[in-house]
């Protein structure tokens, strides 16, 4: 069975841009959710979907956005690029309801962010 | 929001020697506690979890410990091997409002096995 996919690896943009990151979690799983990695500060809870409903939202300016399809794969979306923003964006699928059920988190390999 | 402290954020062991992160939490209604590990460069795994009906579980040489009065757990790593070098993160599910739950994590401890 193929992992939570992520693309692109990496991305390099300049402040101001907008740019959307891809999910796409394990076959057979609903769930999907985002962190932020950075250096020291671990992982940030960005949102989670379930059914393509966001369920739950981290304390993340309103920049940040997602949304999940019926196939269950997941965007989000990051408007006005800032220097802080730079950071790993993993996304993690769980089979059922996810944070709600307590599940275990399967993590993609992330989408480095780059903003210069 | 809720939070989960973890400590120390650096720790580096001799090859066989036992390894300790202690984690804390704020919540006392959270009831689900993993732990992931993530190598160098790799995405991060979950190595054990514990649920607040448990106060110890162990797989192995690794073992965590959960005492829900004092609201702190533990990651305990027995004869620790070069290949336990990595980032370990502890997290804690709290709950948000009627059902919905909420996984946070710590900011992670680098663990360094020097043979």
């Known amino acids: 069975k193929a992992g939570v996919t992520q693309t692109p690896r990496y991305l390099i943009k300049t402040r101001g841009q907008q740019v959307t990151l891809s999910c796409s979690p394990i076959s057979g799983h609903r769930s999907v959710s985002w962190y932020q990695q950075t250096p020291g500060q671990g992982l940030q809870f960005l949102f989670e979907?379930?059914?393509?409903?966001?369920?739950n939202k981290g304390n993340f300016p309103g920049r940040f956005s997602g949304r999940q399809f019926s196939n269950s794969r997941s965007e989000m979306n990051v408007s006005t690029l800032e220097l802080g923003d730079s950071a790993l964006y993993l996304c993690?699928?769980?089979?059922?309801?996810?944070?709600?059920?307590?599940?275990?988190?399967?993590f993609g390999s992330g989408t480095q962010l780059s903003v210069l | 929001g809720e939070n989960v402290e973890q400590h120390p954020s650096t720790l580096s062991v001799q090859e066989g020697d036992s390894a300790v992160i202690k984690c804390t939490y704020s919540?006392?209604?959270?009831?689900?506690f993993p732990w992931y590990k993530q190598e160098l460069g790799k995405r991060p795994q979950l190595i054990i979890d514990?649920?607040?009906?448990?106060g110890e579980k162990k797989d192995q040489r690794i073992a965590v410990t959960l005492n829900k009065t004092a609201k702190h757990f533990s990651l305990h790593i027995t004869e620790t091997q070069p290949e336990d070098s990595a980032v370990y993160f502890c997290?804690?599910?709290?709950?948000?409002?009627?059902?919905?739950?909420?996984?946070?994590f710590g900011s992670g401890t680098q663990l360094t096995v020097l043979p």
């Open positions: 514990i649920r607040s009906n448990v």
């Open positions: 997290a804690a599910s709290f709950l948000i409002s009627g059902s919905a739950r909420q996984l946070t």
């Open positions: 919540d006392s209604a959270s009831n689900y």
């Open positions: 993690a699928s769980s089979l059922g309801q996810g944070a709600a059920t307590n599940e275990k988190l399967f």
């Open positions: 979907y379930f059914s393509e409903t966001q369920r």
